[in-house]
């Protein structure tokens, strides 16, 4: 029985973009997306223990903030709150995801505190409340609340889940540099407005005409077809561009995958990290030996379903 257990440790998966349309600049600083969301097989374990009141953070990479700015401490400040519930756990973050990857390591943790503190507490927030209180500590978060393949829209926050799609093997690269999110979704904006003749004609028209054709619609319509070995032909990410513009070994990285059979390489999110995907596990193995450490660390992953990247084994709720 989870609800009223005094520990509960769960896996916090990341994510990788399939494709990742911006469609513009909104009136709140934010971007409109249009982005098909697929979690991974990588992932940071969370410990929770009920504690003595307040919120104690502990995490095992050094780098990482354990007070108030940290997602994970957001997470668990918020969720008391909207329970009305007062504070008393302990955290523990044991991470392998890395950061400023472009693979959603905070949003996720934040996601998974708020699962496992949520069932906890005996499930006082049912999960449209939880995906509500977790917009506001980032966009990616109500993601994580779903999880396994998604169509996210909005500024992150509104979510259809998808038919899951068939396993795909990854090789994720991830270079010493990290990429400030702010930073890509900024640049983006300033090569935009210096060079509006570059606007994808579907960026041009989105305000007139919402049945416009995006590679998010591409891939949804791959995915419902289960055609799966268009998958990785149509991997899109508007963000690449200006990222490769400053860091050129993030294209160095994607020629490296595929002279190494990948299949189709992108850049994860906002970067730094890259993934490939090969037709098999072993195809994705035998490109990390070939590739080695020469560009960073290597991860060989593969896609997940929204049942596993739910992180708790235990777990029977969740009617989606
Ligand atoms: O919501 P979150 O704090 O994760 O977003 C980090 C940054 O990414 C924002 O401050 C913003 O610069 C950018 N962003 C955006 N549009 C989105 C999501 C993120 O401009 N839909």
Not at 20 to 39: A, E, F, N, T
Not at 66 to 88: D, F, Q, S, W
Not at 110 to 123: D, I
Not at 266 to 285: D, K
């Amino acid at each position: 029985m989870i609800t009223n257990s005094t520990e509960l440790t769960i896996r916090s998966h990341a994510k990788v973009n399939l494709t990742l349309d911006i469609l513009g600049l909104r009136d709140d600083g934010y971007h409109s997306l249009r982005s098909v969301m697929q979690s991974i097989g990588v992932y940071d374990t969370i410990t929770l223990r009920r504690s003595s009141p307040g919120i104690h953070l502990t995490c095992s990479d050094v780098r990482i903030p354990i007070n108030e700015r940290n997602l994970a401490y957001k997470a668990a400040e918020a969720l008391y709150e909207a329970a009305g519930i007062e504070p008393a756990i302990d955290i523990h973050l044991e991470k392998k995801i890395p950061s400023q990857a472009g693979m959603g390591g905070g949003s996720s943790n934040a996601a998974s505190v708020l699962r496992a503190l949520n069932l906890m507490l005996g499930e006082p927030l049912n999960l449209s409340a939880l995906c509500e209180v977790g917009a506001n500590i980032g966009s990616d978060v109500p993601f994580f609340l779903i999880g396994g393949t998604a169509l996210v829209q909005g500024r992150g926050e509104d979510i259809e889940a998808l038919p899951s799609i068939s396993t795909q093997w990854m090789l994720i690269i991830k270079p010493p540099f990290g990429i400030s999110t702010p930073w890509a979704y900024r640049r983006l904006d300033e090569i935009r407005a210096q060079e509006p003749e570059a606007l994808p004609k579907r960026i041009q028209s989105i305000e007139c005409n919402e049945t416009v054709c995006t590679s998010s619609d591409r891939m949804i319509e791959c995915i419902e077809a289960k055609d799966w070995d268009l998958i990785p032909k149509l991997l899109s990410n508007d963000l690449e561009a200006p990222s490769i513009e400053r860091y050129p070994d993030i294209e160095g990285i994607k020629e490296a995958l595929t002279a190494s059979s990948a299949k189709g390489a992108l850049m994860c999110g906002s970067g730094s990290a890259v993934f490939g995907i090969f037709a098999n596990e072993q195809e994705a193995q035998s490109a990390a030996e070939k590739i080695g450490n020469r560009y960073g660390r290597l991860f060989v992953t593969r896609t997940i379903n929204r049942r596993e990247s739910w992180g708790i084994d235990r777990l029977e709720h969740q009617g989606i």
